[in-house]
């Protein structure tokens, strides 16, 4: 019968032009069952899984939007059972669903899809007797197409069966490189493309600050913690999380967080990455009595549970991250990149055509500024952190190094490329505290600093007698410190230097000024307060 049903189907596509999705439904291997009618290709997928996973797992033809499919008709219903019957299944998920939980059993049916564009599910052909709740009062909000009574049964969604997908003519959009990479990527992570962007769970537990930087699934994308913006990004991160393990329950970081400590419980909470923390969150679902704002809670996470919402955590919980990866992040991958990914420490992250990593064990600046390794042909030198974006970065490699070894975020101290040098001795020149401060690498070049943007901790610089003409980054900013002080490094591989910022080198070593104005001379015109 499903042979003579091919025959019947074929012949009716040969009187029109083979489709670009016909040619690929007629191409799916694997052993699936499959076939294109109607302007749909349909696959039976026989491996039983939980229904959040086979609602992200119709990935077997990319740029048509596949969803679990949704029967239309009873003809539609009539093409499936003969797939499942040649295919030896009984049972299959179908593209059914009661998302509101708290509905009665026989309303608020839905056609759902992984986007969440949901509309009313137009025809249902229940057994007598269902849809039934369950055991216990809606339990049961998914459906299953059953060979033996050919009709819809509801089931709960931490049940394991086979699924049938649905690719549509209707259906099509331009495919894209991120959704390519998308579906490749690792089998272990739950992964899903929804409103242009790719969305993968890592099941693993881990810190905040580590799991804010580990969001490097996709090469030639910068990732970040997922931003929720809305209900129907909210239930793709739920579907997410339930999909990639057996209970359905798990707790996820997404990248939402209160960068000031201070602020009151329920202010304050931005869209983070690991370069930006300025954007206000505007989608907030609290949980009840959310947020809490108990010791060190700065960080929100999705609980998806029944009311799946947010509920703030320490910085110190072990949570499975959420990922998010956009296409405006897309960038060419480097051999430096790569590189820097096969350093031997774990802290460490590519930005901006930059290579930032740890340099273990605290010593004095003199001991650290020559200790960055070389790795030829690239540029070896403490860090430069001449943007805002680059200091908050530095601020999360210390975060998560310290986190990492379940140690405080607050003893956070790196050694950069920062110091002050001074025009006039015992501040002659009215420099101190704020003024003179260069980035100054390994090979003596030297750069004017401006820290008015992310660079400063609250209350530094703080020194008048010119005894602190070095600085550590802390985990709030920078502090100016002696030169007796101990910390780690953060270095940093770049192919070669470049910076917004003035060379002022050569001004600073010859005294070449204009006497005229009291100001040294800056190479582009710009001038910084010198004494003479």
């Keep these: 019968m499903f042979m003579q049903l091919i025959i019947q189907l074929t012949a009716c596509s040969l009187a029109m032009a083979i489709t670009d999705l016909e040619s690929q439904c007629n191409s799916i291997g694997g052993n699936l069952t499959h076939i294109y009618a109607n302007g749909s290709c349909y696959v039976l997928h026989p491996q039983a899984v939980l229904y959040m996973f086979a609602k992200l797992s119709c990935n077997d033809i990319l740029g048509y939007g596949g969803h679990l499919v949704h029967p239309k008709s009873s003809a539609e219903i009539d093409i499936l059972l003969t797939m499942q019957q040649s295919g030896g299944v009984g049972y299959s998920w179908i593209g059914v669903e009661q998302p509101d939980w708290n509905s009665a059993n026989n309303v608020g049916w839905y056609y759902t899809t992984p986007m969440d564009d949901n509309s009313p599910a137009t025809y249902v052909k229940w057994k007598s007797g269902e849809p039934n709740g369950g055991w216990t009062a809606n339990d049961e909000n998914n459906v299953v197409l059953v060979l033996a009574v050919r009709s819809y049964e509801d089931w709960p969604l931490f049940a394991a069966h086979p699924y049938l997908c649905q690719y549509e003519e209707s259906r099509k959009r331009p495919m894209t490189d991120l959704e390519q990479k998308c579906a490749s990527v690792n089998s272990s ?36 913690l997922a931003f929720l913006k809305s209900v129907n990004d909210k239930n793709m991160a739920e579907s997410l999380m339930r999909a990639s393990i057996a209970t359905g329950y798990r707790q996820a970081w997404v990248g939402v967080e209160q960068p000031d400590w201070n602020a009151a419980n329920n202010v304050g909470w931005s869209y983070t990455t690991p370069t930006t923390e300025s954007e206000l969150a505007t989608y907030l679902p609290w949980s009840s009595g959310e947020p809490g704002g108990g010791s060190y809670e700065n960080i929100a996470a999705l609980d998806a549970t029944y009311t799946a919402n947010y509920q703030d955590f320490p910085y110190t919980s072990t949570l499975s991250p959420l990922c998010r ?21 774990p802290n460490k992250y590519y930005y901006a055509g930059t290579c930032f990593f740890e340099s273990a064990s605290a010593a004095t600046y003199s001991a650290k500024k020559t200790a960055c390794p070389a790795m030829a042909p690239y540029y070896a030198s403490l860090a430069i952190l001449d943007t805002a974006e680059k200091r908050i970065l530095a601020r999360n490699i210390g975060k998560k190094s310290l986190s990492a070894a379940s140690l405080d975020v607050k003893n956070l101290a790196y050694w950069t490329s920062l110091e002050q040098r001074p025009a006039c001795p015992n501040n002659a020149c009215n420099e101190e505290p704020g003024k003179s401060w260069y980035w100054i690498d390994s090979a003596g070049n030297t750069y004017s600093a401006d820290l008015s943007n992310q660079g400063w901790a609250s209350t530094y610089p703080s020194d008048s007698t010119n005894s602190k003409q070095l600085a550590t980054l802390r985990y709030n900013g920078y502090t100016d410190v002696t030169d007796t002080t101990t910390a780690l490094g953060l270095c940093q591989y770049s192919k070669y230097f470049t910076s917004n910022h003035n060379n002022v080198n050569n001004n600073i070593n010859n005294n070449d000024y204009n006497k005229a104005s009291l100001y040294y001379t800056i190479n582009d015109d710009s001038r910084r307060d010198r004494c003479v």
């Design 325 to 345: 990866y956009e296409p405006s992040s897309r960038r060419n991958v480097t051999a430096l990149e790569t590189s820097c990914n096969q350093l031997a420490t």
């Design 189 to 224: 992570f739950t992964h899903a493309f929804f409103n242009g962007n790719c969305y993968v769970f890592h099941p693993q537990t881990t810190p905040y600050y580590v799991a804010k930087l580990s969001c490097n699934d996709l090469a030639g994308y910068d990732g970040h």
